[in-house]
């Protein structure tokens, strides 16, 4: 099984501030493989980003995606308060699994 | 508008069964992916089964293996989750969720049902 190891758990920021949050795998995943979510309390996730680096429908461009290998990062340029939430890494090997999250507060 | 309702969640006691149902509406289920993702009450999210667009290969989370069964109708409108032998475990709410086949990320969520497994 692969383990996403999210960090850190919590990151305390300003509205404007950006935000670089890091998601490490136990084991090589494929650029292709790896997506990030955005979970507000009380809500479904919403994806961001996958293929590591494309944005999904919608999703603003202060967010952006970048890694390879073992090591992947979401990086949120200039937080809005909209953007207060857990982030959730995730991959696909042989089954999916995801990060334990980040929480921006 | 793709949308994604699930259904079916509620309080059962434990070695119970329970069905979940997601209907979904925009797309049809023979053409995409669909995976059951479930989160704990105040966890993350933990990825449980999906099953293929062909509607016979699925693949499951180790821990549920032969107690649930994930499947759906022969219009491609409505994914089930059949959930035997549930456990305390088991507790979470579960969403439904169109996965991409090929690169496996998920972009549509429904809003989730919450199974609650105590006697």
């Known amino acids: 099984e692969i383990v996403l190891t999210q960090s850190p758990g919590t990151l305390s920021l300003s509205p404007g501030e950006r935000a670089t949050l890091s998601c490490r795998a136990s084991q090589s995943v494929r650029g292709d493989y790896l997506a990030w979510y955005q979970q507000k309390p009380g809500q479904a996730p919403r994806l961001l980003m996958y293929?590591?680096?494309y944005r999904a429908t919608g999703i603003a461009d202060r967010f952006s995606g970048s890694g390879y290998g073992t090591d992947f990062t979401l990086t949120i340029s200039r937080l809005e308060p909209e953007d207060f939430a857990v982030y959730y890494c995730q991959q696909y090997v042989s089954y999916v699994t995801f990060g334990g999250g980040t929480k921006v507060e | 508008e793709v949308r994604l309702v699930e259904s079916g969640g509620g309080l059962v006691q434990p070695g119970k069964s329970l069905r979940l149902s997601c209907r979904v509406s925009g797309f049809t289920l023979k053409t995409y992916c669909m995976s059951w993702v479930r989160q704990a009450p105040g966890k993350g999210l933990q990825w449980v089964a999906n099953l293929r667009q062909d509607g016979l290969e699925r693949d499951y989370l180790d821990s549920v293996k032969g107690r649930f069964t994930v499947s759906r109708d022969n219009a491609g409108y409505s994914l089930y989750l059949q959930m035997n032998s549930l456990s305390g475990e088991d507790t979470a709410v579960y969403y439904c969720?169109?996965?991409?086949?090929?690169?496996?990320?998920?972009?549509?969520w429904g809003k989730g049902t919450a199974v609650a497994v105590s006697s």
């Open positions: 293929g590591t680096s």
């Open positions: 969720a169109r996965e991409h086949c090929g690169n496996h990320y998920m972009d549509v």
